[in-house]
């Protein structure tokens, strides 16, 4: 393996749409159904390797309540990429996903840091348990909204049905803006190299 990476990101999103649960099932912890909400903020370090490069990823998981909001801005900085989620059942997790994107770009301190959009609870409609709240047609809409107007410089935001239930795209959604970072910050001085 060749060029070594220590990379922050974050996991942003309202509270209850599941980034404690997308993270641990990212890390390969099962799947829990009882919920304890996360406290500010959670840290999570892993490693990933594609093509020839291994990154470390140093996986920030912030807090969605309002609560926490006067302390989330100090968690952002730093962060080279972040990955948006919100419910798939819930419609409101998703009309405030445009000012959760608006706060990890102004806070990360990183120019044009990539991110990609996740629908996560896709398990409780494939089961029939769930109607979705906001269609397919609907993100996209955003996306391009987003592209052609506040971020003229992103040609790429990804957007991936993910269940942190059943582990469905799970890992997907990470080397996805894993792969985004390295392709937007490749043989930069901005990136942490280590040996």
């Given at each position: 393996m060749t060029n070594d990476y220590s990379l922050k990101i974050v996991?942003?999103?309202?509270?209850?749409?599941?980034?404690?649960?997308?993270?641990?099932?990212?890390?390969?912890?099962?799947?829990?159904?009882?919920?304890?909400?996360?406290?500010?903020a959670d840290f999570s370090y892993c490693e990933v390797s594609f093509d020839d490069k291994k990154l470390k990823l140093l996986i920030w998981d912030l807090a969605g309540e309002n609560r926490f909001s006067k302390v989330i801005p100090i968690y952002y900085k730093g962060a080279y990429g972040s990955i948006v989620v919100f419910d798939l059942t819930n419609r409101d997790s998703f009309l405030n996903l445009a000012n959760w994107i608006s706060e990890f770009l102004t806070y990360s301190k990183v120019k044009n840091p990539p991110f990609i959009i996740i629908g996560n609870k896709h398990?409780?409609?494939?089961?029939?348990?769930?109607?979705?709240?906001?269609?397919?047609?609907?993100?996209?809409?955003?996306?391009?909204?987003?592209?052609?107007?506040?971020?003229?410089?992103?040609?790429?935001?990804?957007?991936?049905?993910?269940?942190?239930?059943?582990?469905?795209?799970?890992?997907?959604?990470?080397?996805?803006?894993?792969?985004?970072?390295?392709?937007?910050?490749?043989?930069?001085a901005s990136v942490t190299k280590t040996t």
């Open positions: 996991l942003i999103g309202d509270f209850r749409v599941g980034k404690t649960s997308i993270r641990r099932r990212f890390l390969g912890e099962h799947f829990r159904s009882n919920y304890l909400p996360t406290v500010g398990d409780l409609i494939v089961e029939g348990l769930e109607e979705q709240a906001v269609s397919d047609e609907e993100v996209e809409e955003f996306i391009n909204s987003l592209k052609e107007t506040s971020l003229p410089g992103y040609k790429e935001i990804p957007y991936i049905k993910t269940s942190a239930k059943t582990g469905e795209n799970v890992q997907e959604a990470f080397i996805k803006l894993s792969k985004l970072i390295i392709e937007h910050f490749f043989d930069k």
